[in-house]
């Protein structure tokens, strides 16, 4: 046990000195700009850091995916920067493949399996994949834990509390200590393998009756906590497709599919996939369909909280400033003053827009691409001027889901009635029933008992 320990300390001094270079640049520029007067070229330090972050195993590069689309956690110049990281680590080779392989299944883990492959089908911010195929003939991907992940993931929380908190102190109008612990959490969970499995269950159980959505199934008797063993889907990666310019009614069935895949489960059941990014998903072979991958990422709501999202809806639809103030405490803002109020419907406004109007129409109707940054340097200053807010642990993933996938709706450039598919969405809601939905769901696929939220 002594070993161990004294192993993941030293995984964890390892990974600091890696990273905290980074890091105290990032402090040092923006605060010799803003304190001293100094002139730095953040844009060329922003790529360096993007540079160094990318060649690291994932967390701390998801976690920057993460925060480039959350209001002002981070300075401009480095979420513009970050948001370009890709899950791409080195794979690791054969020896280590065996090893883990072994300490997962035991000595015999070969026979377990009638192919596997020895190179890594794809990489993963955790890990990496291998095709392999059972006794039966049932083709499956590997997800394989790099080594002394959770010491990285430890130093990676330390190095994200220090660079927000300096953000912080320097000029950020959020406090954003409770978004730090909701991805402090929700990537501790994601270290474990055996979860993710029982979330894969549950997304296959919500989106049962949707047949342009496919989910991997994860393979009983193969899975550990370093280790998940699911079918192999096939398909093409989705920004890839996009290359090819495919048409309009193409691009139309994947924006349809992906709505359905983050917001039927949401206001089904009040579960959230908190990943939206391009990689993580697929063009089925018939082009009529997505496939669904990544399931580590995963909040479970409460009932109310999902009312108060539609709360909010309304109150953006009808200008209705007390059902905004309600929905703001639902959404677990607290003490807001009217100024701060307003200030947050301009994003609120910028998010809700397009479930609003009932036409056909794309999900942004300006072609800025920075457009949605604009909304929010102007919500950053209006905060500043109004006192700043405490950003709630509610908002994070839900935030980061409507930026995220807008901006997969933009890369498809799907012109749709998003009012009329959010209303198919909400019509029937009743908190009661969500709540019987989602405890009987979350049983069924064997989901860890936690309080949601």
Known sequence: MSDRRESSLFGEVRRMVRTSGAVGGIAARVAGERFL??????????????????????????VAQFLSTVPDALPDEYAEQLATLQANAPPMGWPFVRRRMQSELGPGWEAKFAEFGREAAAA??????????????????????YPDMPSVVEADLRQLRLAMSVYQRMDSALDHAEVYQELRDRLREELDYLREAAHQRLYGLMLAGNPRV???????????????????????ALAKRLEQDPPPEERR???????????????????IHGDPHLGNYQVRPDRQGINLFDFG????????????????FEAVRDGDEEKAAEAYRIWGFRNLSKET???????????????????????QESDDMSFGRKVAAKVHEGLKRT???????????????????GSVFLRLRAEMNWHRLFMEMIEDF???KLAERQMAALREAGVPEEAPG
């Open 387 to 405: 006192g700043g807010v405490k950003v709630p642990r509610e908002f994070p993933l839900m935030d980061r889901a409507a930026v995220g996938l």
């Open 297 to 312: 990422t995963i909040r479970v709501f409460p009932p109310h909280f999902v009312g108060g999202v539609i709360l909010l």
């Open 253 to 271: 069935a994947y924006a349809e599919a992906l709505f359905h895949a983050w917001y039927l489960p949401f206001y089904r059941y009040g579960v």
């Open 430 to 432: 009743d908190a009661a």
């Open 124 to 145: 993963a911010s955790l890990g990496q994949v291998h095709k392999a195929k059972l006794p039966d003939g049932t083709a499956v991907a590997c997800k394989l834990q």
């Open 37 to 62: 007067g100094l002139k730095t070229d953040k844009a060329a330090h922003a790529e360096d850091l993007r540079a160094i972050l990318g060649g690291l195993k994932g967390p701390l590069m998801k």
């Open 214 to 236: 496919a989910v991997p199934r994860p393979v009983e008797g193969y899975c550990t906590t370093r280790l998940l063993t699911m079918t192999w889907l096939e398909g093409e």
């Open 341 to 363: 109020m307003e200030v947050l419907s301009l994003w609120a406004k910028f998010l809700y827009e397009p479930l609003v109007e009932d036409r056909v129409r794309p999900i």
